[in-house]
């Protein structure tokens, strides 16, 4: 039997439901705060990914030669597409730009709970804006598509990676080493990130002091002791998110973030139940328009990982609503067949959804299927009540049936 590829899932019609109604609350919640949704191709021409992250990156890509020769690659995340389009479509519109979007990427990653090869992201940019103001508008998308969400236990870590920058550039770390030792950095690996240090030339007080600083965490105290700009920044977004109302956010400057692009403000969010892979949203502001051949543009922005913020509210025990059918359409008799058929694209035309018997069955297994497939009504065509221009209409959680003119179904199925 063939399955589907290692890394992938399908997503039956439960889970399509399920999926489906997250995602219609997630754009809302973008529209709501002004942004609007784009798509780029699944796939990007491989070097868009290369100058974004180096060709170390090639590694955890889908990447592949086309039958033109072209080197392409299924995209792992969706900012730098976003960012291209932007070069190549949207340059000269007024900025800030906001826009959103969904959908699937793909790494080549060990699949593990929560980890796949193809998941599913929903993510928002906003383009040409560098102030803290920005940064806190979309720290407050994330925090607020969390919550509207209806996720419970999860945490926000706000940093800027300016700071350990400034630091590591200060101690002598130059800009090609910077990358191999804040990845080291990002999982407190510090015993290996020394060595990395030392080969620098960076002395052992300020290894330390890097060290120190990337273990700073707490609340909007901590920033009293980090000297430059980038802490007075930080407190300028905080004040902005205290405004807007959303939950206060823990300050962390050991937030470093995977992907190396980043400049200023860096954060996360974690559901904490979810064990190893517990980061459900990531981002951070960034300049990649003029690696891409555009002017410099800064930007900012975060993507949900889909996938396990739907498997976190599992865990939780969040129930979707699901979807009912408004009308089973059941022929009582061979004869009444057509009648039936008719009624059935009479009600879809209405505006209503309704279904129909097509296993040829008798009425009974037909009302059985009508129940299972937990449709609301049952309609029931008769030879004797067609007489009268009228069907039996049941009630399927009740039981409740009565005659009903035909022409009167629609309105009588809709005021329920
Ligand atoms: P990222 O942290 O690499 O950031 O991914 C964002 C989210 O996608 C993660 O927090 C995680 O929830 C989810 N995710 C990543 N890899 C997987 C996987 N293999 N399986 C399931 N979920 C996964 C970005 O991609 C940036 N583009 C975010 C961003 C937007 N920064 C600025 N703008």
């Not at 790494?107 to 804006?129: C, D, K, L, T, V």
């Not at 939950?247 to 139940?273: H, K």
């Amino acid at each position: 039997m063939i399955q589907s590829p290692r890394g992938t899932r399908d997503f039956l019609p439960d889970d399509m439901e399920r999926r489906r109604f997250y995602e219609s609350i997630l754009r809302q919640t973008a529209r709501r705060s002004g942004f609007r949704e784009i798509q780029t191709p699944i796939f990007e021409e491989a070097e868009l990914f290369v100058l974004r992250s180096g060709p170390n990156i090639l590694k955890e890509l889908y990447a592949f030669r086309d039958k033109g020769g072209r080197d392409l690659a299924l995209r792992p995340e969706m900012t730098a597409p976003a960012i291209r389009a932007f070069v190549n479509g949207m340059s000269n519109e007024p900025k800030p730009i906001k826009i959103f979007y969904f959908g699937q990427c793909f790494r080549y990653e060990r699949p593990q709970s929560g980890r796949y090869r193809e998941f599913f992201q929903f993510g928002a940019e906003i383009i040409g804006a560098a102030t803290p103001e920005t940064d806190a508008e979309m720290i407050a998308m994330a925090i607020m598509m969390i919550e509207a969400l209806g996720l419970k236990d999860y945490k926000v870590r706000i940093g800027h990676i300016g700071i350990l920058r400034r630091k590591l550039a200060d101690a002598g770390v130059t800009a090609e080493k910077m990358p191999e030792i804040l990845q080291k950095l990002d999982k407190k690996l510090y015993s290996e990130a020394w060595p990395l240090m030392e080969d620098s030339g960076v002395s052992r007080e300020d290894a330390d002091s890097i060290f120190e600083t990337s273990d700073t965490a707490g609340g909007v105290e901590v920033l009293d002791g980090i000297a430059g700009d980038e802490a007075q920044y930080m407190i300028k977004v905080l004040s902005y998110l205290s405004a807007i109302g959303v939950a206060e956010p823990e300050i962390d400057l050991g937030v470093v973030r995977g992907l190396d692009y980043y400049t200023g403000i860096v954060f996360e969010a974690e559901a904490p139940a979810l064990g190893a892979e517990k980061q459900v949203c990531g981002g951070g502001s960034y300049a990649l328009s003029e690696l891409f051949g555009g002017e410099k543009v800064f930007s900012t922005g975060f993507a949900i990982g889909f996938d396990r913020v739907l498997l976190a509210l599992e865990n939780e025990g969040a129930v979707s609503p699901a979807e009912k059918t408004d009308a089973y359409v059941v022929a009582a008799s061979g004869d009444v067949k057509l009648k039936a058929f008719e009624i059935v694209g009479m009600l879809r035309r209405n505006g209503l959804s309704a279904d129909i018997d097509l296993a040829d069955r008798k009425m009974a297994k037909a009302m059985k299927h009508a129940s299972s497939v937990g449709s609301r009504f049952a309609v029931i065509v008769g030879s004797e009540e067609l007489k009268s221009g009228s069907v039996m209409l049941r009630d399927m959680s009740s039981g409740e049936q009565k005659a009903i003119k035909i022409a009167d179904l629609p309105a009588e199925i809709r005021g329920h």
